[in-house]
């Protein structure tokens, strides 16, 4: 079954640290694709990344960065010199590709605190 | 840009009543979502949707609820009986053929059930 695994509840840091979201997902499926989402305090969902399963290249966006291990079934997101508007919750999803329509599964989210 | 856009952005309604929530997702889009997520908790898929069916349900989808999309662009979702733990944030998401599983998603509405 689909099962994505986001271990930390809460992280607090100060601006200007670098800070690691983990994620860690199920899947039986050798195809899928791997997502991030933020969610700020207004609500709405902003899509960040999404990581086909063949390609486990590390991705960098600006101050952004995703390592995905398949390894350890890992998809873990680092965001370098943080700054106070990273506060948000961040999900880390899985969907199974086979089919165009197939659902996201999030995780439980990782809510990330930046302190001035 | 275009974006996905939900209204209202907040409904509330007494237990036992009838709520509809309105969805426009991009118009180039063929793939259409309904999530919800409980304060504090995860995003929870509900259902999906394309070439006017129902494509896959959650266990959540219950005879409650259901989908449309009456005039091709809205795309809605009725719930004919609301209970109180049907209070959450709705998400209404869309992807494009060609951009298999990009989903965006509307700022949701949050539905309060009194």
């Known amino acids: 079954a689909q099962k994505v695994t986001q271990a930390q509840t809460e992280i607090s840091v100060v601006e200007k640290e670098d800070v690691t979201l983990d994620c860690v997902y199920e899947?039986?499926?050798?195809?899928?694709?791997l997502f991030w989402y933020k969610q700020p305090p207004s609500g709405e969902l902003v899509f960040l990344i999404r990581?086909?399963?063949?390609?486990?290249q590390n991705e960098i966006s600006g101050r952004y960065s995703w390592n995905f291990q398949k390894s350890t079934s890992s998809f873990n997101f680092t965001i370098t010199a943080s700054q106070v508007v990273d506060s948000a919750v961040y999900f880390c999803?899985?969907?199974?590709?086979?089919?165009?329509?197939?659902?996201?599964?999030f995780g439980k989210g990782t809510r990330l605190h930046i302190l001035p | 840009e275009p974006e996905v856009t939900q209204t209202p952005s907040h409904q509330v309604t007494q237990m036992g009543q009838e709520v509809i929530l309105r969805c426009v997702p991009i118009?180039?889009?063929?793939?259409f979502y309904w999530y919800r997520q409980i304060l504090g908790q995860k995003v929870e898929f509900l259902v999906s949707?394309?070439?006017?069916?129902?494509?896959?349900k959650s266990e959540i989808f219950d005879d409650q609820f259901s989908v449309e999309r009456p005039d091709g662009s809205n795309f809605t979702l009725k719930i004919r009986s609301t209970k109180l733990e049907d209070s959450a944030m709705y998400f209404c998401?869309?992807?494009?053929?060609?951009?298999?599983?990009?989903?965006?998603f509307g700022a949701g509405t949050r539905l309060s059930v009194l």
């Open positions: 118009s180039n889009h063929l793939y």
């Open positions: 998401a869309s992807s494009a053929a060609g951009m298999e599983n990009i989903q965006y």
């Open positions: 899947t039986r499926d050798t195809t899928y694709y």
């Open positions: 990581r086909n399963s063949f390609d486990e």
């Open positions: 949707f394309y070439n006017n069916e129902i494509s896959e």
């Open positions: 999803a899985l969907s199974e590709a086979p089919n165009r329509d197939d659902k996201i599964i």
